[in-house]
Structures are given as structure tokens and as C-alpha cells.
């Protein structure tokens, strides 16, 4: 373990070049720049909120608010586990031929789509202010759902970028399986208004809204952490870390047979 620790220090600056060079490319030709992280989400909200108005609940005036903390969760979870996914595919010809530890690389990619998320949380803070969404002390507990989120992307990223290697169909897989992690995320919508008869459950098995919840309330309704979705968020976070870790280790040595 002591010597895994130093082997991840060895490769810091490595890992940080590979993050600059992930955004770079992301954003490569294009005019807006990084400044379409902040449009982008901005845009969403506008039209999500237009068309999904009659959903909420009367006098809802944060629902913008209620979109856009979804939203940015939603994106984040989705790019990066997607871009981790296909990080050893497209890294296959640096594989090849220099000795890199293999975890560089879906890892650099869920920290540049992490960094962007950051930044997309500009828009988060000035939509508040101008909506003058009460700000209490428990918005600094937003950090726990946002470092949970991330170890949880990491850990999916994990899983996914090992599987992606043996079994190339996992992407179109996992694109259906976002669609349906995005509906059962309550993102635009609360689940009390649209689901009945004891669905409720089909939102409270998937870990990212129980995420998004915690990460409303801190922000939004400046309560406390829902405990319920705090443990079950976690449980699963570090549970898909330590499997993601390990299922990676385990198939490393195979990847150069089949990229």
C-alpha cells in the first residue's frame, strides 16, 4: 500500500498535465471557450424552467434553482463517467509505449470534468443571488454531497473504463442507463408531484438523487442533511470506489491484449 501511495506522488505532475490537456482538447475551437461552462447550464435552467413550470409546487419562486442544482449534478456524473469510460481506449497508443500506471487516466479525466463543474457552480451562485435564495450556514455542507458525488463518479468511471476495454457495447449501454438515471434523478421535477402510488422508491434506490438531495437542502431550503440519503449516498460512493479499484487492478494487465 505504502508503496502504491508513493508510486500516485511519483505521477502528480503527469496526472495535472493530463487534466489540462483534457480540458484543452474539450474546448478546442471553440469561440465561447470556458465560458460555455457558465452559458450552458444557464440556458438549460431557462428552458427547463419554461417548460416544466407547471410542475412545481405554487409558489416555488427557487425553481430555477431547483433545476439548476440537478442539472449541474446530473452533468457532472454523466460526463465524467463517460469520458473515464473511454480513457484507456483513447490513451491505447501512450499505452503501447511508455509505462504510465494505467489509473492515470480515467482519473485525470473525472478531475478536468470535475474542475469544469467547479466552475459551472459560478452560475449556481449568482442565480441564487439574484433570486435571493436565503443563505444559511448549512450551505457549507454542500461540500459533503459534492465530495461524494466525486468519489462516486471516480469509482463508476472505474468499473466502467475496465469493462469498456472487453466489452466495447458498455458505451451504448451506459448511455441508456443515464437516461434512465436522469429520470430518476428528479432533476426537473419533484417526485411527490409526478410519481404515485408508492413509487417513490424507484428515486430513493438511485444514489445520485439521494446526492442531489442533500446538495438541494444545504443550498436551497438551508436544512440539514436528509441522514436516510447521506448514508445510503455513502455507502455507495466508497462501495464503488473500492470495487472500481479493485475490478481495475485486477484486469490492468489484460488491456494491452485488447486495445
Known sequence: MKKRIQNFFKYNFLLSELVKKDIKLKYRRSILGLFWTLLEPLLTMIVLTVVFSKLRNKGDEFFPVYILTGRLLYSFFANATKSAMKAIRTNSGMIKKVYIPKYIYPLSNVISNFVIFLLSLVV???VAIV???????????AIIPITLLFIMSLGVGMILSAMAVFFRDIEYLWSVALMLIMYCSAIFYGPDSVIKNGYEWVFKINPLYAVITNFRNAIIYGCGMDMQALIYSTIFSFGSLIIGVWFFYKKQDKFILNI
Open 124 to 126: 449556481l451562485v449568482l
Open 131 to 141: 433570486l435571493r435564495v436565503p443563505l444559511t450556514w448549512h450551505v457549507v455542507e
